[in-house]
């Protein structure tokens, strides 16, 4: 039975995201909070219709949050597979059960789109393992906790089991630079997503490599010592990668490594970006910068994308700015012409025009928010 807010009888869950508690994607992460003391055992059940779906398909983090109440509430990130689900209707319930208990139920609707994509990655799973399998060296394990095949190394000092992760998720979709880049090559061509966070939509040729054992994770391995042969891939895409690692030189270099010859490796990088990201940030890059790392490989183009415009770069220093400011004046602060900013980057992501984001293209370069490049080996 529903309350008069629109929960299940029990511990109160929000949601904030999806807010809307519809599922438009084959993989999905819910975030939220549920009403109970952070300390208390929490476990999670997965059900469609009356069938209780495989505990493969779900995972559970639960953490506490600096804007709840340890005492009274605990944050969750629920990391949700539908691929392989068996659907009679357009909804799951994700169960939140504390012993034999069950505490509350959160029922989230399914798109007619996220079931099609679901139903399709899954036709393509088999021939993308048995494609992995003849890439890989020798040594790659299976860890008991995992789901994806590991190749992190033995002293790794982050756990790969979602279950433990504490901190954001990373997750975002290709932009259309990336589907022309993926659309250039061949049929049958495959790819390395070296770093890929969580692919709420994975697509079946290309393989994701993160050091968290996501539900489109298909191999554990960090970029300094990937696990795959030498000339393996037709292309590559490290996007947002290579400022989170330590040795960018050495993951540049597995890069080139398992590249095919003729193939291309697609590269964004930030330049002028704040401190972000886990496990940490530790190297941003110039044009110049981006190409002695992939030293060896032909440039054949370096451009801005939408996301990387300089007026980003201007809304972000001037936020960070304002939030490490007092509250005493940091709305004064935000109150001042600079706030106009702000109304320019909104204008510049919704594509409308406006002559102060007509920047000469190479002082544009000088101040971007990151940059992309191909190369080529030859």
């Not at 300094?224 to 891939?233: A, E, G, R, V, Y």
């Amino acid at each position: 039975m529903r309350n008069r807010l629109g929960f299940q009888d029990g511990a109160r869950v929000e949601v904030d995201d999806p807010q809307d508690r519809v599922l438009r994607h084959p993989i999905n992460s819910i975030n939220g909070w549920i009403a109970v003391a952070a300390d208390r055992t929490i476990a999670v059940k997965l059900s469609e219709g009356h069938s209780e779906i495989s505990a493969g398909n779900l995972r559970a983090s639960f953490y506490p949050r600096a804007d709840l109440d340890p005492k009274a509430a605990v944050g969750f990130t629920v990391y949700l597979d539908l691929c392989g689900v068996q659907f009679a209707g357009r909804a799951v319930s994700i169960e939140f059960v504390s012993g034999e208990v069950q505490i509350a139920e959160l029922v989230l609707q399914v798109t007619d789109e996220a079931v099609e994509l679901a139903a399709s990655y899954h036709t393509g799973m088999a021939a993308k393992k048995a494609k992995l399998a003849s890439l890989l060296k020798e040594g790659v394990k299976t860890d008991s906790r995992c789901f994806a095949p590991s190749a992190l190394p033995d002293s790794w000092m982050v756990s790969p089991v979602l279950e433990e992760k504490r901190d954001a998720v990373s997750s975002h979709f290709y932009g259309p630079k990336i589907y022309d880049f993926l659309n250039e090559f061949p049929q049958g061509s495959i790819f390395l997503d070296a770093g890929a966070g969580l692919r709420k939509r994975p697509l079946p040729n290309v393989i994701n490599v993160e050091i968290y054992d996501y539900p489109s994770t298909d191999v554990l391995a960090i970029g300094q010592s990937l696990p795959f042969k030498d000339n393996s891939f037709d292309g590559i895409l490290s996007l947002a990668v290579l400022e989170h690692v330590d040795d960018p030189f050495l993951c540049a270099k597995e890069l080139k490594r398992v590249l095919k010859p003729g193939g291309r490796v697609l590269v964004m990088i930030p330049f002028l970006q704040a401190e972000h990201g886990y496990p940490s940030h530790y190297f941003n890059a110039t044009r110049s910068g981006v190409v002695k790392l992939f030293e060896g490989l032909t440039l054949k183009e370096q451009i801005l994308e939408k996301s990387n415009h300089p007026i980003l770069t201007l809304q972000q220093i001037v936020g960070v700015y304002f939030a490490g400011l007092g509250e005493d004046c940091r709305y004064e602060f935000l109150a001042m012409p600079v706030s106009d900013l702000f109304d320019l980057a909104e204008k510049h992501l919704k594509g409308e025009q406006d002559q102060m984001l007509n920047l000469d293209p190479e002082k544009a370069f000088h101040i971007a928010w990151g940059t992309t490049s191909i190369f080529q080996k030859d």
